[in-house]
């Protein structure tokens, strides 16, 4: 219900628990689920900026959240964002504020003593155009895809510094770089005419963002290339990666798309473009759904009702779309091709059943108060994670740590 007066809602989700992580509740992109070896249940979250790396969440009681570990970053510049573990390895993205800074590239841990995380190998990625790794994909235990830059990465404009990486972690100490792709026009010297850019308003960059790739389809990944549009590679060979389609909604609208979630049982894309300006400046941020039963003609087919933008656009920071629950294909991770879970920021949490593709429809949501603390004064969650059990976790861009969830539908 909602309550009168405030724009507090929770509708099928019900709240078990809501940890701070001591005051450093200001969180990134990156949620994964460790089953450690003496059988707790550990919650790795990356945080949005310094000076946190990363925290380890024991929830084995969903309704009890323990801190087991929280670390440092090396320097305040940095940001670690992204995460992703299988097994008892976990991969780090670390990007800088300003190009040319270091440490920048992803660090490779051993989680098996969740207590005490030991690093395995740091892959460097920086360069005097790179700002390091934005996000990576990690779900086979044997490659990191990453949106990265890297030393002999030179973009015609450094809002095009992250390109597509594919990165051979089968000796964790000994990451190598077997594959790399970038759209065509955005490096010096590719002979590509340079892409055509975006109203200077609206002009964030073409550079890959979400990396997916899945055992499906082990020879795809599903780009998100914020003003490129939505991409999909042929990896079949991961050292000479080409692209199958592209589908690109802006202009008319105003870019930034990150998430491509396949339905693989539906032939289905779910893409979503993340609102990046307060205020719903750049409204409307939507979720689309995308009929990709022609992978070289994809057709974006509905989207998802938007929350109301009379409510919301206006209480402070972000409002629309963001991330969604990637159904990563691990055992902890909870799958589901008919309710797409996702964040909208100040519009919090949502679940929508997507049965009929052409009627998505809104099922669940659940919008906390604003964090005590919080510079713009309301919610802002950014990322969600739904383990096996059922079990959603969301968390807080600026300071509200991780709210512990249950579905009621």
């Given amino acids: 219900m909602t309550a009168h007066g405030t724009d507090t809602q929770s509708h099928n989700f019900n709240l078990l628990a809501h940890h701070m992580l001591g005051g450093f509740g200001g969180m990134g992109e990156g949620l994964s689920i460790q089953i450690a070896p003496d059988g707790r249940r550990i919650l790795w979250a990356a945080h949005e900026s310094a000076p946190k790396n990363f925290t380890g969440l024991d929830v084995s009681d969903p ?13 305040q510049y940095m940001r670690s964002n992204s995460l992703e573990v299988v097994g008892n390895t976990m991969a780090v993205a670390y990007q800088t504020q300003q190009p040319g800074m270091t440490p920048a590239g992803m660090e490779l841990f051993d989680i098996s003593d969740p207590e005490n995380p030991r690093s395995l190998s740091f892959f460097d990625a920086s360069g005097p155009f790179s700002r390091g790794v934005h996000q990576l994909w990690f779900a086979d235990g044997e490659f990191v895809h990453m949106a990265a830059g890297s030393a002999d990465f030179e973009p015609h404009n450094q809002l095009d510094d992250q390109f597509y990486r594919i990165i051979d972690v089968r000796d964790p100490t000994r990451p190598v770089e077997v594959g790399r792709w970038w759209l065509p026009g955005t490096r010096v010297g590719d002979g ?28 795809r990944c599903y780009l998100g290339y914020l003003d490129g549009g939505m991409i999909i590679l042929d990896i ?14 802006s202009p008319p ?19 979503t473009d993340e609102s990046v300006v307060d205020d ?25 009702p938007t929350p109301p933008v009379e409510q919301f656009a206006g209480k ?19 799958h589901s091709e008919e309710v797409i879970v996702g964040t909208f920021f100040s519009a919090g949490l949502r679940a929508y059943d997507i049965s009929n593709p052409y009627q998505p429809r809104e099922i669940a949501a659940f919008v906390p108060p604003a964090p005590a603390g919080s510079p713009v004064g309301t919610i ?10 059922g079990i959603v976790y ?7 740590g991780v709210y512990i969830l249950e579905m009621d539908f």
């Fill in 63 to 75: 309704r009890n959240p323990q801190i087991v570990v929280q670390t440092d970053l090396p320097e």
């Fill in 192 to 219: 590509a005419p340079p892409v055509t850019r975006h109203a200077p308003e609206n002009d964030f960059g073409f550079r890959a963002h979400n990396t997916n790739v899945y055992p499906q389809r082990p020879d």
């Fill in 236 to 249: 079949a060979d991961k050292s000479a990666p080409k692209m199958i389609s592209r589908w690109d909604n």
């Fill in 253 to 271: 609208y105003v870019g930034f798309t990150h998430t491509i979630l396949p339905l693989f049982e539906r032939d289905l894309l779910v893409v």
């Fill in 280 to 304: 719903a400046a750049d409204w409307p941020k939507f979720v689309w759904v995308v009929d990709g039963r022609e992978e070289t003609n994809p057709v974006p087919v509905a989207t998802f």
């Fill in 316 to 334: 402070g920071g972000r409002f629309g779309a963001h991330n969604l629950h990637e159904n990563v294909p691990l055992p902890t991770s909870w």
């Fill in 380 to 389: 802002q969650l950014n990322d969600v994670f739904i383990d096996e059990r």
């Fill in 394 to 400: 969301t968390v807080d861009r600026h300071v509200g």
